[in-house]
């Protein structure tokens, strides 16, 4: 084999992937397929704000530095073809979508469609609640594309006083957000209707032009997608948050890096909208389509139909050791937990806070925060927190991607209570997700400490997998609170014992490991490796595990999403099994667990094996020290390794194919965890 890596870029779209596969799987329930559609183009359409932008920037670079760019085009030019492929597929699983969601009685009209009951509620609809949300632009007039807003839908619209005279063009843009995007129309007959917005402001579209004297209509989808990164001002005279606040209006004005429009749309149009937005057909990723995009509101589809066209629901189980009628820091300080969501409830870190928060032996309560939800009880609980007069300190990552403005909103929020808020470290995102409590108990400083895979966010803790420690062990919970100083000080480095911590040592500490296994596999004793990361992209530790292998270490990765090390290949890494799970929640937790000699070692916290994470974040890993939660999380592994109905393989013979197997027995690996842990509530 020539090259040992996949393209970082190539290996996300082959993620992506899975997500379409959900969405064309004649097993997956009907309303799921219609979201996993969303999400597979809300994943789509960052790919190409983030990572799109980033290679056309290097390209750019190589151009005008004179620098050979041919693998920077490659990669460009294979993205396009590859996205062009899934296009097709996407394309046909929607039309199929609709042919399916009429046997079940469900009808997704267009403005045409509608009868005379259903065009008078949908002019009401027009009135009441979308019409004052419409600035149409006339395109002759319009000076300054930076004022159109990226990644937002718009309808551009023919207008034309009579046959004889000229056409005219404008633009409307589709107020998502403000309004849903699928509306439901009154149930008829027992059959369900829906209408896109977009089909509504065309029904509509005379209310808004006749005053102008235009009597022929014509719209057609459009879309622009702009680089989204942000080129932070370097200006010493301001702060990190005023810098945040200005990069991210520019943002909003960064170059188009895809343009997207109606195929149908009409010539003159077409080179009018081109000519304005600067974009050309020969330079440009630009894509006819079809006729509605923006698909990552399919992700709110309306929950609609029967029982069936849905996921079975499977609502929070309570934890054994967390009684609603107990202290939460009582129970910690018995025995470590560990929380696993969503299986179990958010809710539980919310409660801790609040306890914390009315506690009168607590002292302080520290947070690290990377995405917060948009009402968030966290935040809340935090706030009250500090009016009932305990210390508070929040670390605020304002540079998490498309969530700096509600993170500079909470900022404001927080220091407007009191809270102490420490807004970066210059060179690095912190991305560990902590807290730290401390209460006094005779006369001395105790700690408690949450140690988790995911964010503190309500929202995303109900559809992403993650696992989350609390712990009274005073060795672990006293080096979180120096990973707080850490912060506090920017200068100040500790020595940690146990936590590895980045960007000083994950990647040295995690080699040593893999050594470990190398040493012991050459002298012929047993040498294993299980690791369960979101992606795997360090070509460092990728050799090293590439020579574990060679040396005869068995090796067994689930690894969601991005993953450049290629498994299963025959001199290099035969000892490597991988497959990656795409299913019903989005598996985000990180555990790592090495056969050490027979004395297993079990870790995890928020690192994944990438370079950004090993040297331009602040990361936390925690070792597992009890025996319970070991064996819980090995348990676990163990029943995602099993699943061979939406396990993917990653070797490259089987890229992306479901790891069936010739046993008759299905292990689904997210619904049998549930039923793991639900069984555990009758032990």
């Known amino acids: 084999m020539k090259e040992i890596y996949t393209n970082r870029e190539i290996s996300w779209l082959h993620f992506n992937e899975r997500v379409l596969q959900e969405a064309i799987h004649p097993a997956t329930p009907l309303i799921e397929r219609a979201r996993f559609l969303g999400i597979y183009s809300n994943n789509r359409d960052e790919f190409f704000r983030v990572r799109v932008a980033t290679l056309r920037r290097m390209l750019k670079y190589e151009k005008d530095n004179q620098i050979e760019g041919k693998d920077t085009k490659k990669v460009l030019d294979e993205i396009t073809k590859i996205v062009n492929e899934q296009e097709v597929i996407f394309t046909k699983a929607f039309e199929q979508l609709n042919e399916d969601l009429k046997e079940h009685d469900i009808h997704i009209l267009k403005e045409d469609e509608l009868n005379e009951a259903q065009g008078k509620f949908v002019l009401d609809y027009f009135s009441k609640h979308v019409r004052s949300?419409?600035?149409?632009?006339?395109?002759?007039?319009?000076?300054?594309?930076?004022?159109?807003?990226?990644?937002?839908?718009?309808?551009?619209?023919?207008?034309?006083?009579?046959?004889?005279?000229?056409?005219?063009?404008?633009?409307?843009?589709?107020?998502?957000?403000?309004?849903?995007?699928?509306?439901?129309?009154?149930?008829?007959?027992?059959?369900?209707?829906?209408?896109?917005?977009?089909?509504?402001?065309?029904?509509?579209?005379?209310?808004?032009?006749?005053?102008?004297?235009?009597?022929?209509?014509?719209?057609?989808?459009?879309?622009?997608?702009?680089?989204?990164?942000?080129?932070?001002?370097?200006?010493?005279?301001?702060?990190?948050?005023?810098?945040?606040?200005?990069?991210?209006?520019?943002?909003?004005?960064?170059?188009?890096?895809?343009?997207?429009?109606?195929?149908?749309?009409?010539?003159?149009?077409?080179?009018?909208?081109?000519?304005?937005?600067?974009?050309?057909?020969?330079?440009?990723?630009?894509?006819?389509?079809?006729?509605?995009?923006?698909?990552?509101?399919?992700?709110?589809?309306?929950?609609?139909?029967?029982?069936?066209?849905?996921?079975?629901?499977?609502?929070?189980?309570?934890?054994?050791?967390?009684?609603?009628?107990?202290?939460?820091?009582?129970?910690?300080?018995?025995?470590?937990?560990?929380?696993?969501?969503?299986?179990?409830?958010?809710?539980?870190?919310v409660d801790l806070l609040r306890e914390a928060s009315l506690d009168?032996?607590?002292?302080?309560?520290?947070?690290?925060?990377?995405?917060?939800?948009?009402?968030?009880?966290?935040?809340?609980?935090?706030?009250?927190?500090?009016?009932?007069?305990?210390?508070?300190?929040?670390?605020?990552?304002?540079?998490?991607?498309?969530?700096?403005?509600?993170?500079?909103?909470?900022?404001?929020?927080?220091?407007?209570?009191?809270?102490?808020?420490?807004?970066?470290?210059?060179?690095?995102?912190?991305?560990?997700?902590?807290?730290?409590?401390?209460?006094?108990?005779?006369?001395?400083?105790?700690?408690?400490?949450?140690?988790?895979?995911?964010?503190?966010?309500?929202?995303?803790?109900?559809?992403?997998?993650?696992?989350?420690?609390?712990?009274?062990?005073?060795?672990?919970?006293?080096?979180?609170?120096?990973?707080?100083?850490?912060?506090?000080?920017?200068?100040?480095?500790?020595?940690?014992?146990?936590?590895?911590?980045?960007?000083?040592?994950?990647?040295?500490?995690?080699?040593?490991m893999l050594e470990n296994e190398i040493n012991l596999a050459k002298q012929g004793k047993e040498a294993w490796v299980v690791l369960k990361l979101n992606s795997l992209v360090d070509k460092k530790i990728i050799r090293k595990l590439y020579e574990a292998s060679q040396a005869g270490v068995k090796m067994k990765l689930i690894v969601r999403a991005i993953c450049v090390l290629k498994p299963g290949v025959k001199g290099l890494s035969e000892n490597i099994e991988a497959i990656s799970i795409v299913d019903k929640f989005l598996e985000h937790s990180r555990v790592l667990v090495f056969n050490n000699g027979g004395d297993v070692k079990y870790f995890t916290g928020s690192s994944d094996w990438m370079q950004r994470n090993f040297d331009h974040r602040v990361e936390v890993i925690t070792p597992i020290f009890d025996k319970r939660i070991q064996k819980e999380l090995w348990d676990i592994l163990q029943i995602q390794l099993k699943d061979n109905v939406k396990a993917r393989c990653l070797e490259p013979a089987r890229l992306n194919k479901y790891c069936e197997d010739n046993n008759q027995k299905k292990y689904r690996a997210q619904f049998d965890t549930y039923e793991y842990l639900k069984k555990k509530l009758k032990s």
Not at 187 to 207: A, M, P, S, W
Not at 391 to 405: K, P
Not at 458 to 465: G, H, I, L, N, Q
């Open 133 to 349: 949300f419409l600035f149409p632009l006339m395109l002759k007039n319009l000076r300054n594309i930076g004022g159109l807003k990226d990644d937002l839908l718009y309808l551009a619209v023919c207008l034309r006083k009579g046959k004889e005279e000229e056409t005219d063009y404008a633009l409307v843009q589709v107020p998502i957000g403000e309004v849903p995007r699928l509306i439901q129309l009154p149930d008829q007959d027992g059959k369900t209707y829906l209408i896109f917005l977009d089909d509504v402001i065309r029904y509509c579209l005379h209310e808004v032009f006749d005053i102008f004297g235009y009597k022929e209509y014509a719209a057609y989808t459009i879309k622009f997608t702009r680089d989204a990164e942000l080129d932070i001002d370097n200006d010493v005279s301001k702060s990190f948050l005023e810098k945040m606040s200005v990069s991210i209006k520019q943002r909003k004005k960064g170059e188009p890096v895809r343009f997207i429009y109606d195929e149908k749309v009409p010539l003159g149009l077409l080179n009018v909208l081109l000519k304005k937005f600067k974009v050309s057909l020969k330079r440009d990723n630009v894509r006819a389509g079809g006729r509605y995009h923006n698909m990552k509101d399919l992700m709110a589809f309306p929950r609609v139909g029967p029982s069936e066209l849905h996921y079975p629901p499977t609502p929070p189980l309570p934890h054994p050791e967390l009684s609603s009628k107990k202290s939460i820091l009582e129970a910690i300080r018995e025995r470590d937990i560990m929380l696993h969501y969503p299986y179990q409830s958010f809710q539980y870190i």
């Open 360 to 512: 009168p032996k607590v002292r302080a309560i520290k947070m690290t925060f990377y995405r917060v939800a948009r009402d968030s009880k966290v935040m809340n609980a935090l706030i009250n927190a500090a009016r009932n007069g305990k210390q508070v300190t929040v670390f605020m990552e304002l540079q998490a991607r498309f969530d700096e403005e509600s993170n500079i909103y909470w900022t404001n929020r927080l220091q407007e209570e009191g809270a102490k808020v420490i807004q970066t470290i210059p060179g690095y995102k912190v991305h560990s997700k902590l807290i730290l409590i401390r209460r006094k108990e005779d006369e001395k400083n105790i700690y408690y400490a949450n140690i988790s895979t995911g964010n503190y966010n309500e929202s995303t803790a109900k559809v992403y997998a993650d696992d989350s420690l609390l712990t009274a062990n005073q060795d672990i919970a006293r080096e979180v609170n120096e990973v707080f100083h850490l912060f506090e000080s920017q200068f100040y480095v500790p020595k940690f014992e146990h936590l590895i911590i980045a960007p000083f040592r994950i990647r040295d500490f995690f080699i040593e």
